[in-house]
């Protein structure tokens, strides 16, 4: 596809509105928000000595984000499953957070079982399926959202509810403390940039035909280069990395001079948030790579908050690898070859 302007065209490719779910992203986030801080939270959390999150592909994003931005400054240990059972030291004292769009995640699934097991507290979040009645049955505190601002019915498009319901859902716990004014001013200073953004991702696609894509990102920013190395893999159908400041600078610069040419395109997150000790490592970093016949792109964020920076760059990396999967020529909605191994794993 050529023209990424041709709705006309952008629809026999993408039957399914992938863009008009995208289109709706940001108010997904501000209704989900409402949403889950409507909710009743009848559970006492306060005797948690550790949370683990359960969850697979998009549904793990919200985990990730919520560690990148907040799990430094959280009082007990964090641990991410995307896997069939719990650790052997989970007990009545873990919070298991466990998080499925469909509902219908087996390995979630029998996460929730061996939580049940263990008289673990836990939440859920889930647009229904069996998670949702597992959640109804033992009156497990939940966000069971209706996810009709995901027109696409996609998981992986519908973040706005996993992610910040997640952030909510643990706000509303009273096991994280998020300042509600910036996360409310985050959508509306992301909102007034949307078109702008869009316009960006659309050009800044075909940077990357013929390429891999390898992401760089650090602290608040680090769940955002995994979601987006995803969203390559899913939306775009191109194979992708990510890498994390500063644990890359003590590896991957030394992997850098073969083989040549190189089809690699490198793409770092770069933000007026990062400690300067980071954006010292930032800069360093784009040095080695340019001085190894690399190519790399900045994507600069100038935001006034950790949150303006994570959503603008949850915005603009799924318009990205949407632009490039249409690019393409790619239904971005359809995931074959992981729908053609879930019905060979039955």
Not at 119 to 141: H, Q, V, Y
Not at 152 to 174: C, D, E, H, Q, V
Not at 202 to 225: Q, R, T, V
Request: glycine letters at 6%; hydrophobic letters at 40%; proline letters at 4%.
């Amino acid at each position: 596809m050529k023209n990424l302007n041709d709705l006309e065209a952008i629809k026999k490719i993408d039957p399914q509105n992938t863009l008009g779910s995208t289109n709706q992203l940001i108010m997904q986030c501000q209704s989900a928000w409402k949403e889950v801080n409507e909710i009743l939270m009848p559970q006492d959390f306060s005797s948690v000595s550790n949370i683990v999150f359960c969850g697979m592909g998009a549904s793990i994003y919200g985990a990730l984000v919520f560690k990148s931005l907040l799990g430094s400054n959280t009082k007990f240990p964090i641990e991410i499953i995307s896997d069939y059972h719990l650790p052997a030291y989970v007990n009545e004292n873990s919070l298991v957070v466990l998080t499925s769009y469909s509902g219908t995640t087996e390995e979630v699934i029998s996460c929730a079982v061996d939580a049940l097991q263990k008289k673990s507290k836990m939440l859920i979040l889930t647009k229904g399926g069996p998670l949702g009645d597992i959640a109804k049955k033992n009156n497990i505190p939940s966000y069971i959202f209706d996810g009709k601002l995901n027109i696409a019915n996609i998981p992986r498009l519908g973040n706005g509810y996993t992610i910040l319901g997640l952030l909510g859902l643990l706000r509303k716990s009273n096991l994280i403390n998020i300042n509600e004014k910036e996360i409310i001013d985050a959508f509306l200073y992301v909102k007034n940039k949307e078109e702008n953004i869009k316009e960006k991702a659309m050009s800044d696609a075909k940077i990357y035909i013929g390429k891999i894509p390898i992401i760089f990102g650090a602290e608040h920013l680090s769940g955002n280069a995994q979601i987006m190395r995803n969203q390559f893999n899913e939306t775009s159908k191109t194979f992708s990395s990510y890498y994390l400041v500063p644990d890359l600078n003590h590896h991957l610069m030394e992997g850098l001079q073969f083989p040549q040419p190189s089809i690699l395109q490198f793409i770092l997150l770069n933000s007026n948030q990062y400690t300067e000790k980071i954006k010292l490592r930032m800069n360093l970093t784009i040095d080695v790579v340019k001085n190894n016949n690399q190519l790399i792109t900045e994507f600069k964020l100038d935001g006034k908050t950790i949150y303006d920076d994570f959503i603008e760059t949850m915005i603009y990396g799924s318009y990205l690898t949407l632009y490039l999967g249409l690019i393409y020529d790619q239904n971005p909605s359809v995931n074959p070859w992981v729908d053609y191994f879930k019905e060979k794993l039955k």
